[in-house]
């Protein structure tokens, strides 16, 4: 079975400081790994994802990614956060080639940037 | 110009109650799919039909019932409505798969929040 882990509820962050949002992963192969954000009120908001090549994935509004494998990690990051980063975000997994089993998510981590 | 609508975006009604939501994407996507988003945000997947073909059903209560009238509408009706019902309901789309079948991005609705009383 394949699953997510975002272990942080809420992450606070100064506006202008880098930003880390942390996932991490179960799988029994190799995962396609998704971002999406969901601001108040809005549906998800797909930001970036990983499939194979580059570790480093770059995605919208400046955010990006990075995969590691022996880590089972894809955080979630930003050099310069923004207060209208202030959003939930979600990490998902999906196995390649996994037939009809559904994109998985984390319970979603809630950033709050402080001006 | 809205690419995945969902209404009604607010449904409240009385517990026992059959209520219904629709889903419309305007993107040409062959697959659609129905969420449900509880009190503490997590996110479960419900139904997926591709094609009109159901192809994922997750458990869920047999209340629940989607119907694809075409791949451009999921629809979902839901009888005897119960307080655990209440949350939000989000449709979403995606492409039909690529190479990478499973790489595909999909598209979510604004959510259609079910208050049962």
């Known amino acids: 079975a394949q699953s997510v882990a975002q272990p942080e509820d809420q992450v606070n962050v100064a506006e202008g400081n880098p930003l880390t949002v942390k996932c991490t992963y179960s799988v029994s192969g190799n995962p396609y790994l998704f971002w999406y954000v969901q601001y108040p009120n809005r549906g998800l908001q797909f930001l970036l994802k990983?499939?194979?090549?580059?570790?480093l994935v770059k995605g919208s509004y400046g955010f990006e990614a990075e995969f590691n494998k022996s880590q089972t990690s894809f955080h979630l990051k930003k050099p310069s956060a923004l207060v209208s980063d202030s959003a939930l975000y979600f990490c998902?997994?999906?196995?390649?080639?996994?037939?009809?089993?559904?994109?998985?998510f984390g319970k979603g981590t809630r950033l709050s940037v402080i001006a | 110009d809205t690419a995945v609508s969902q209404t009604p975006k607010y449904l409240v009604t009385q517990m026992g109650n059959d209520k219904s939501i629709k889903c419309e994407q305007n993107l040409g996507h062959d697959t659609m799919y129905w969420y449900k988003q509880d009190s503490k945000k997590f996110l479960k997947i419900m139904f997926s039909y591709n094609n009109k073909e159901l192809i994922i059903n997750e458990t869920v209560p047999n209340r629940f019932s989607p119907k694809s009238p075409d791949k451009a509408h999921l629809n979902l009706h839901i009888n005897s409505l119960e307080l655990g019902d209440s949350a939000v309901y989000f449709c979403?789309?995606?492409?039909?798969?690529?190479?990478?079948?499973?790489?595909?991005?999909?598209?979510f609705g604004a959510g259609s929040r079910l208050t049962v009383l």
């Open positions: 979403a789309s995606s492409p039909t798969p690529d190479r990478g079948y499973g790489a595909n991005v999909l598209t």
């Open positions: 998902a997994v999906r196995l390649p080639y996994s037939g009809n089993t559904p994109l998985v």
């Open positions: 990983y499939i194979t090549g580059d570790n």
